[in-house]
């Protein structure tokens, strides 16, 4: 396992604080009813997964989770598959922290004021560094390796840092570094973010990943609560604010996915979720899910092996099957063909139905007929038998469906669709 091959005693007095009460506003419909990190990804696991198991697999093993915003589904997810990683008999924990208001009456203000009004638990925990991780990306690292880069330079802080195009790199925090890799300036989510000198049009970006020294963070958590114009938030505030006084370290994005380019996913919108998700139905899937060393834990539920029923012959045929997919445990694939797609536990895709590039959460239920293309469909909703979604964007918006802007619909939670809503449909 990945965590074998990690120095253990080289982090037993460090702990990871993982931010992970983000509401997730761009990735609504999918965030309504949870937080951005309890979104379910590849069909068994959540996002906030792919953080946890590089904590478990760089032997990080003391972990605060800090939630907020409509936490229920991410705490039983914690509850029901994360804990048992964790022996507390040996100085091991996995706790999570909601909003106490311990230091004062707010809600948390940003991801600064998150770590500080839980500042108790840290100073409790009295850990040598602190490494600070944001629960909604999807990438594989190996924390361990930044955490000695942190100390051998001597920094206050690092940063984790890869290179993004500068299009994109506005969404971004962007850094200028000098050639030793140390910070000069920290630019947060700016219009004209800065150019790594002699690339092609290519800006250094944070990862939302940071290790400090503990004094340093504690120290500066304290300050900048009593900032009146800050926003509490370390990329507005606590990072350009060390740069001048402190050594503030870039640290390049090593990942664990042995492939010949790293991966790192900034899973925000609707499309490049999608997009996240469609990368792990190719035949040589960019992201490696299926590498022993490095593995990514998560809670299954106790479902039956999938189940692919009728095998017809004929394009007009019942026949159940599945190519180019994922599918889950407990999945009946019942006569409906699914192709290139991710389905989720529990589903059921009935005769003649057909699901193409789509995403199908837990206990979706696909009617006769029913044909669905390059959709997300969340949790439990039932596709009556004859409807068409994914085939009209106009008439897809006509129902109350969201539309994303490279047009993938996404059925919500709980949103009904009736037979009278079949303005187009299959015999």
């Not at 936490?71 to 909003?99: K, M, Q, T």
């Amino acid at each position: 396992m990945g965590s074998q091959h990690v120095d253990q005693m080289r982090v037993r007095d460090v702990v990871a604080v993982v931010l992970a009460g983000g509401k997730g506003a761009r990735l609504d419909p999918l965030t309504r009813d949870r937080a951005k990190p309890a979104v379910p990804f590849g069909g068994t696991y959540r996002i906030v997964d792919f953080a946890l198991s590089n904590c478990l697999n760089s032997g990080l093993r003391r972990v605060l989770l800090l939630t907020q915003y409509k936490a229920s589904s991410l705490d039983r997810h914690i509850n029901v598959g994360w804990r048992r990683f964790f022996c507390r008999d040996l100085g091991e924990y996995l706790d999570v922290l909601p909003p106490q208001q311990r230091v004062d009456e707010n809600w948390y203000l940003g991801t600064a004021d998150a770590v500080y009004q839980n500042i108790y638990s840290l100073e409790m925990a009295a850990p040598r560094l602190v490494v600070v991780l944001a629960g909604d990306h999807i990438y594989k690292m190996n924390y361990q390796k930044m955490i000695d880069a942190h100390e051998e330079s001597g920094a206050a802080v690092t940063i984790g840092a890869l290179p993004v195009p500068r299009e994109a790199a506005c969404e971004f925090g962007t850094m200028e570094v000098d050639t030793t890799g140390r910070v000069r300036a920290f630019h947060e989510k700016v219009a004209e973010p800065p150019i790594i000198p002699g690339s092609d049009g290519m800006c250094l970006a944070s990862m939302g990943i940071y290790c400090f020294s503990t004094q340093f963070l504690l120290e500066r958590l304290k300050e900048d609560a009593h900032e009146r114009t800050s926003r509490h938030d370390f990329g507005h505030d606590v990072l350009p604010a060390a740069i001048g006084s402190h050594i503030v370290q870039a640290f390049p994005f090593r990942d664990e996915n042995r492939k010949r380019d790293a991966y790192w996913r900034d899973v925000g919108t609707i499309d490049a979720y999608f997009e996240a998700n469609m990368d792990l139905i190719d035949v040589d899937p960019e992201l490696n899910l299926y590498d022993e060393q490095w593995p990514i834990r998560t809670h299954h539920p106790s479902y039956p092996p999938p189940k692919f029923v009728f095998a017809g012959e004929g394009p007009a045929a019942r026949r159940g099957e599945a190519t180019d997919s994922l599918v889950c445990q407990g999945a009946i694939i019942s006569g409906g063909r699914v192709t290139r797609s991710i389905i989720g536990p529990g589903v059921r895709v009935n005769s003649f139905a057909k699901v193409e590039e789509s995403i199908l959460f837990e206990g979706v239920d696909i009617g006769r007929h029913a044909r669905v293309r390059r959709a997300i469909i969340d949790k439990g909703v039932c596709v009556p038998s004859g409807m068409s979604i994914g085939f009209n964007a106009e008439e897809d918006a006509a129902r109350g469906l969201t539309v994303s802007p490279q047009g993938v619909t996404v059925v919500a939670k709980g949103q009904a669709l009736s037979s009278d809503q079949l303005p187009y449909t299959v015999g």
